[in-house]
T-cell receptor, first 113, second 117 residues
Framework: SQQGEEDPQALSIQEGENATMNCSYK?????LQWYRQNSGRGLVHLIL?????REKHSGRLRVTLDTSKKSSSLLITASRAADTASYFC?????????????FGTGTQLKVEL | GAVVSQHPSWVICKSGTSVKIECRSLDFQATTMFWYRQFPKQSLMLMATSNEGSKATYEQGVEKDKFLINHASLTLSTLTVTSAHPEDSSFYIC?????????????FGPGTRLTVL
């Protein structure tokens, strides 16, 4: 089963508006990361938040982490058409084989002019 | 910095043939590389974790004899899909972790789209 469930599955907004995506997970984590993927392309790392952090900012991105609720949110402020992409959360956990990432189901964001 | 390349970008092959996909870290040494598979409009699923000089660790449900992984150097890992069938058609993405820094960040390649006819 998926470690991370994201909602909404798809989101369509107007340029300039804010976009919020949520991610829930099931097990204890070392950190949580957000990635962007343009259609048919590889992943771009956006931001990493550690399990002992509650909020982190990077440019127009704001990420929160609530370990008690096992959830995280990604806020993109003042969205642009170029932000159109799929966004994935990924939880980092330690296994017998080392650290690994487990990806959520993703949110498809469309920013319209 | 921290660039990962994949070759080829896309490949079309006949059923029953084997396909090799290369993953290279261009400007850092990758002690650990990961291989993922992504079906259309779905998330990435980890297939295996590859440590340089040792056998890969496969995720549950991934056939190690079908998906051969070799990580012979600190900058190169290969995934060979043996006797490929149409159900193996997918987007294969590798990632690499920089062994020189203590971070969990993985750097992803651009992906390889495999289509098996």
């Amino acid at each position: 089963s998926q470690q991370g469930e994201e909602d909404p599955q798809a989101l369509s907004i107007q340029e300039g508006e804010n976009a919020t995506m949520n991610c829930s997970y099931k097990t204890s984590i070392n950190n949580l990361q957000w990635y962007r993927q343009n259609s048919g392309r590889g992943l771009v790392h956006l931001i990493l938040i550690r399990s002992n952090e509650r909020e982190k900012h990077s440019g127009r991105l704001r990420v929160t982490l609530d370990t008690s609720k096992k959830s995280s949110s990604l806020l993109i402020t003042a969205s642009r058409a170029a932000d159109t992409a799929s966004y994935f959360c990924a939880t980092a956990t330690t296994t017998g084989g080392g650290n690994k990432l487990t990806f959520g189901t993703g949110t498809q964001l469309k920013v319209e002019l | 910095g921290a660039v990962v390349s994949q070759h080829p970008s896309w490949v079309i092959c006949k059923s029953g043939t084997s396909v090799k996909i290369e993953c290279r870290s261009l400007d850092f040494q990758a002690t650990t590389m990961f291989w993922y598979r992504q079906f259309p409009k779905q998330s990435l699923m980890l297939m295996a974790t590859s440590n340089e000089g040792s056998k890969a660790t496969y995720e549950q449900g991934v056939e190690k004899d079908k998906f051969l992984i070799n990580h012979a150097s600190l900058t190169l890992s290969t995934l060979t899909v043996t006797s490929a069938h149409p159900e193996d058609s997918s987007f294969y993405i590798c990632s690499a972790r920089d062994g020189s820094v203590s971070t969990d960040t993985q750097y992803f390649g651009p992906g390889t789209r495999l289509t098996v006819l």
